[in-house]
């Protein structure tokens, strides 16, 4: 479970795993969703942070470990947290002071306001595993526009913290992103959270997603993730990783 910390008005949820670079796996997922609940349920709470300790924001998907590509087409939590952070009545924050990669990479895209640290970079690799960034593509695409989204992942470059900023990928950038946390919830003081969920809820129905996006996505990766020529890839990486 990530670790929780609270302040006057907010919730820091901590990627605490820096050994295993923050990946997203089963206890992970179940854990920042409730996180998400608790924090919701708090009426004294009007901004989620998401942060993590260690080199890595978040290293996505932990492809080391066991996946059936048929549970992921049935069953897609990941699409449900992003979902959750996007839609959640709270403000919800990333501070992103390492890299983010694949998944973790829409993990920050999925947040309302993105905080870019100088040791922060941003790179969606599942092409070169033969996989499909398609949970988190949505919620890139929509900061940075399709092309880009689209181009970033063909070519799987990395967006340093500044060009994160130009692409729109992230808010704000400086030194330290977690030292651009504390002016930025000074600022937040003034919103009140109906006005932040009524903000949020017109935004959905503005420019929201079809409902059936996530179901479309889960049985996309799936589909590639039960590929003849990516479990190969899979199972090297899994024995590079026990050896």
């Known amino acids: 479970m990530p670790a929780v910390r609270s302040g006057p008005g907010y919730r820091e949820v901590v990627l605490d795993r820096p050994g295993r670079r923050n990946v997203i796996d089963a206890e992970l997922l179940t854990g920042l969703l409730a996180a998400v609940r608790d924090a919701e349920a708090d009426p004294g709470c009007r901004v989620l942070v998401l942060s993590a300790e260690g080199p ?25 947290l992003l979902r959750s952070l996007s839609t959640s009545e709270l403000v919800t924050v990333a501070v992103v002071d390492g890299a983010a990669t694949a998944g973790g990479v829409g993990l920050a895209a999925a947040c309302d306001l993105v905080l870019a640290g100088d040791a922060a970079t941003f790179r969606l690799t599942e092409a ?20 880009r989204a689209f181009a970033a992942t063909l070519t799987a470059r990395t967006w340093t913290a500044a060009e994160a900023l130009e692409a729109g990928l992230a808010d704000r950038a400086g030194a330290s992103a977690a030292q651009l946390l504390r002016p930025l919830l000074v600022e937040l003081r003034r919103l009140e959270r109906p006005a932040v969920a009524a903000l949020k809820r ?36 899994r024995q590079a990783v026990t050896a």
């Open 56 to 80: 890595d924001f978040c290293a996505g998907m932990d492809l080391a470990a066991p996946v059936d590509p048929a549970a992921v087409a049935d069953d897609v939590p990941y699409w449900t």
């Open 128 to 147: 070169l595993f033969g996989l499909l960034p398609a949970m988190a593509l949505p919620f890139v695409a929509r900061r940075t526009g399709e092309q």
């Open 202 to 237: 017109y935004r959905e129905a503005a420019f929201g997603w079809p409902a059936e996006l996530g179901r479309t996505a889960g049985r996309a990766f799936a589909e590639r993730l039960a590929a003849p020529e990516v479990r190969q890839r899979i199972a090297v990486l």
